[in-house]
């Protein structure tokens, strides 16, 4: 029997690596923990676990950088299969708020990613179209997504000689979100020449080329969008929408009469007469705007409406689109699953003030995150990956599977405290023994402000250093990492580097400052994951800045020591020595990041050529262009004129 999945790798299994994968595989399905300490390989454990799986996979990982680092990695696993990748696609996002104490109104402002809304697509797309899909996702999985039935029955097939007029063909594309833009051919659009459509379809690489030839179609073909030149000639293909919220027209019709039912029935509800008509204006002006082009600001607010769904019910999100077997593994489930229990609470809290002062209907409420209680209903068949793993995992799984022996025969570092007196001054000296070594240095703070502090008091003592924290964006903390490792930079100063999942050979030093302060930073799972930072270098060795030591310090290095007392043995009774890790260092950050860099870049240099083009024309003559294309409800425009003419 041919296997779904096939891993692709020059390596075998090794270390713990053999017996892990055979307990994993023997608990499924079912739900288990992998307890892998860092660097043991828990990531290739995992993709053969899937190759002996015959289902879908879903991955969630508590953030996109890690997102995107798996799915650079399965994708090299699995170059045979489909690999997609779910983040939420917003560059920026301010959610709609209003704040009753200072009577302010803050409008849902947003930036989308348009490469990241392709993949997206993508991903729901082949989620329908092949069973051998692996998905990728952050937490943006349990968001509200379209409906996967509405989503299918509205996909099409067209076949070669199929009889079809080209007003019908881009009739049906119109239906399904596409939109005809015979001047740029980015996702989701297609192009007219004469009896030939190109379609731009978001979830392939390259673009269908139809030719029609009296009213049938006469060929049909892939074609590369950049050089035209054609890939492959097809017989039949399936068109699926361009974006996950499509409805069949009688759908929304109902939808409409529902919406102003909900709306009448609400109004006398409401205490003001100013937060009534507010209402009634707002409302009435979507259902027009949804009437006639299919669409509104907010339109997924209303998303109840159109699925049809009673109060309560949870709306459809990714997992939806997934079969009713399929496996699911989260990564870092120490910070996953604490973000899968928290985003509904926030979600409620915002939107209550909305509907309470007349900005939104109280069916808002439906179009939110999945609850936890929710999301368990989808866990029939998960693992859970974390070297610290939780006490829910622990007290959820049926199998706990320990990873502690490393493929590379490495250790866990050796720990020291030193006492915080003159620990500056001792902090240089060990980054400068570690530097003319050949080696890198981690240095761990509890803020923001000392990670900058630190950072120039380093500088000072002239030590090439550079300071990351959150308020970096993802591609400059993937550069400054690869800088590190480069050599460009000595030593990295940051808050919280876990959320990197750093893996860095060339770090043989990481000094934990304030080691002795408990907090969320220093409890024992921080601590044994700072330590694991320094795991893929023999050289290794972590210094505990304390003046004391606490509860989480003796536990950690409890913790610490017995994995070393483990690895050294395996070592010794299998004649093994230990080599560092050796990896390339990659030229640039990882390929989906720089894509989605890039999209985003094109995106803010298309609204500044629309600003240049504003610069030709007066005040008073972009007041009268505002207002008209206020009339004709190309809302886009007016508000991109509103925005140049406040920064004038």
């Not at 399965?74 to 939420?88: D, E, G, I, T």
């Not at 460009?488 to 999942?501: A, H, Q, W």
């Not at 799972?525 to 050289?539: E, T, Y």
């Not at 290794?540 to 913790?559: N, Q």
Request: hydrophobic content about 35%; overall charge neutral.
């Amino acid at each position: 029997m041919i296997k779904l999945f096939k891993i692709q790798s020059p390596f075998q299994p090794a270390g713990d690596q053999p017996q892990t994968i055979e307990k994993l595989n023997n608990q499924r399905p079912g739900l288990s923990t992998l307890m892998g300490v860092t660097g043991s390989g828990k990531t290739y454990t995992i993709a053969h676990v899937i190759q002996n799986q015959e289902k879908p996979v879903l991955i969630l990982a508590p953030n996109k950088t890690l997102a995107a680092q798996l799915y650079e990695e399965f994708s090299l696993f699995f170059p045979k299969n489909k690999v997609c990748y779910f983040v939420s696609y917003y560059d920026y996002y301010q959610p709609e708020s209003y704040i009753p104490s200072q009577d302010i109104y803050i409008a849902k402002e947003t930036k989308i990613n348009p490469e990241i809304e392709r993949l997206r697509v993508e991903a729901s797309a082949s989620l329908i179209n092949r069973r051998d899909t692996i998905v990728i996702a952050s937490v943006s999985a349990i968001y509200s997504l379209g409906n996967p039935s509405d989503y299918r029955n509205l996909a099409f097939s067209i076949n070669k000689n199929q009889k079809i007029d080209r007003e019908t063909l881009m009739s049906q594309l119109i239906k399904i979100q596409y939109k005809r833009n015979d001047v740029e051919s980015s996702s989701g659009t297609f192009q007219v020449f004469g009896t030939t459509i190109e379609v731009i379809l978001p979830y392939q690489k390259e673009k269908l080329r139809i030719e029609l030839f009296k009213g049938a179609i006469d060929t049909l073909q892939w074609v590369d969008r950049f050089n035209n030149t054609v890939k492959m000639e097809l017989d039949n293909t399936i068109i699926f929408p361009a974006k996950h919220f499509v409805m069949p027209e009688e759908q929304k019709k109902k939808a409409l009469i529902t919406i102003e039912n909900e709306l009448k029935e609400w109004l006398p509800q409401l205490k003001k007469e100013i937060y009534k008509e507010r209402l009634y204006q707002r409302v009435m002006h979507d259902i027009e705007l949804i009437r006639e082009t299919g669409f509104c600001s907010g339109i997924e607010n209303y998303s109840s409406h159109f699925d049809g769904r009673i109060e309560g019910q949870p709306p459809y999100c990714l997992f939806d689109f997934f079969p009713e077997d399929f496996l699911i593994a989260i990564d870092e489930s120490h910070l996953t699953i604490p973000q899968l229990r928290g985003m509904y609470a926030g979600d409620k809290s915002r939107k209550s003030n909305l509907i309470e002062y007349g900005f939104r209907l109280p069916s808002a409420y439906n179009n939110r995150p999945l609850k936890f209680e929710e999301i368990e209903r989808y866990f029939k068949d998960v693992i859970f990956v974390s070297a610290t793993p939780g006490p829910y995992e622990l007290e959820k799984s049926t199998e706990i599977v320990e990873q502690i022996i490393r493929p590379t025969g490495l250790i866990d570092p050796t720990v020291t405290i030193h006492s915080r007196k003159d620990q500056m001054n001792h902090l240089c000296n060990e980054i400068q023994k570690t530097t003319e070594q050949g080696f890198r240095t981690l240095v761990m703070v509890m803020t923001k402000k000392l990670a900058e502090d630190t950072a120039d008091y380093l500088e000072n003592k002239k030590i090439s250093v550079c300071y990351l924290h959150s308020e970096l964006k993802t591609p400059q903390r993937s550069e400054l990492i690869q800088k590190l490792r480069l050599g460009v930079f000595d030593c990295l100063v940051g808050v919280n580097l876990l959320r990197e999942g750093l893996d860095i050979p060339e770090v043989a030093l990481v000094a934990i400052m304030d080691a002795d302060l408990e907090s969320f930073l220093r409890d024992k799972r921080s601590l044994i994951q700072i330590i694991g930072r320094a795991a893929r270098n023999k050289q290794a060795h972590v210094i505990l800045y304390a003046d004391k030591i606490t509860d989480s310090m003796k536990l950690a290095l409890e913790e610490t020591a017995r994995r070393r007392g483990l690895q050294a043995q395996y070592n010794k009774d299998h004649n093994i020595t230990a080599q560092t890790v050796s990896r390339t260092v990659v030229k640039s950050i990882i390929d989906i990041q720089k894509t989605i860099a890039q999209a985003s870049k094109r995106k803010q240099t298309s609204k500044k050529s629309i600003a240049t083009e504003f610069n030709s024309y007066s005040i008073p003559e972009l007041e009268a262009q505002m207002n008209e294309a206020a009339e004709r409800f190309d809302f886009e425009t007016a508000i991109a004129i509103r925005d140049y003419l406040l920064k004038k």
